[in-house]
């Protein structure tokens, strides 16, 4: 069975803090993963993706990849209010099909 | 430029019921992909078309069925509602298979 675990938390940080945000997933092979911010009631919106390990960063955002121990991570630097939300992972799993597996999300609480 | 495009916004159908949920997409994309959301289960996917003149199944495609109409438009027809089915379904597209997919507002459906 494929699986894509996340802590689905609260996780609460003060505002302009660091928040790290935490996923692992059980297929090896996968191939491509997404980060999505959802908003209550709201559809997800992508936020990051990679595909190669390492570090990927856009604005606040910092996107980490570690294929050999098969985790994915997000960073928020200088958490705002307006990035309390849930926030999904999703990865590509083997087999160039784009049947995404999702994470059953993280909710981030930023504290002013 | 709408992006991807979801109607109806709401409906409630009776057991038995049948009805037919709209996604359009004006980003010229190949792929396109209709999810379910439920509480606990986060998003798990219904079925999926890589390109125009294909589908197949996700992982929870029992009681519906789905047509690519064109290039743009896909849609996910329930042939006799069950309470099961309420939930929120999202329509996303991609470019293809391993670029970021792209999600509609979501139809909030309930059976009764």
């Known amino acids: 069975q494929k699986e894509v675990e996340q802590n689905s938390g609260p996780l609460s940080v003060p505002e302009g803090a660091i928040a790290s945000l935490n996923c692992t997933y059980s297929?090896?092979?996968?191939?491509?993963f997404f980060w999505y911010r959802q908003y209550s009631g709201k559809s997800p919106e992508l936020i990051m993706f990679?595909?190669?390990?390492g570090d990927k960063e856009d604005g606040r955002f910092t996107a980490q990849l570690n294929k050999a121990s098969q985790y994915v991570s997000l960073l928020i630097r200088d958490s705002q209010p307006s990035d309390s939300a849930t926030y999904l992972c999703?990865?590509?799993?083997?087999?160039?099909?784009?049947?995404?597996?999702f994470g059953q999300g993280t909710t981030l609480q930023v504290k002013p | 430029n709408a992006g991807v495009t979801q109607t109806p916004k709401f409906q409630v159908l009776k057991t038995g019921q049948s009805m037919t949920l709209q996604c359009a997409q004006d980003m010229n994309h190949n792929s396109m992909y209709w999810y379910r959301q439920d509480p606990g289960m986060g998003l798990r996917l219904i079925y999926y078309s890589a390109s125009e003149g294909t589908t197949d199944k996700g992982e929870v495609p029992n009681g519906y069925n789905v047509s690519r109409l064109n290039k743009r438009e896909f849609s996910l027809r329930l042939e006799s509602a069950a309470p099961s089915q309420t939930s929120v379904y999202f329509c996303?597209?991609?470019?293809?298979?391993?670029?970021?997919?792209?999600f509609g507002d979501g139809t909030r459906l309930s059976i009764l």
């Open positions: 996303a597209s991609s470019t293809s298979w391993d670029q970021p997919q792209h």
């Open positions: 297929d090896r092979g996968s191939q491509s």
């Open positions: 990679i595909y190669s390990n």
């Open positions: 999703a990865v590509n799993p083997p087999g160039n099909t784009g049947k995404l597996i």
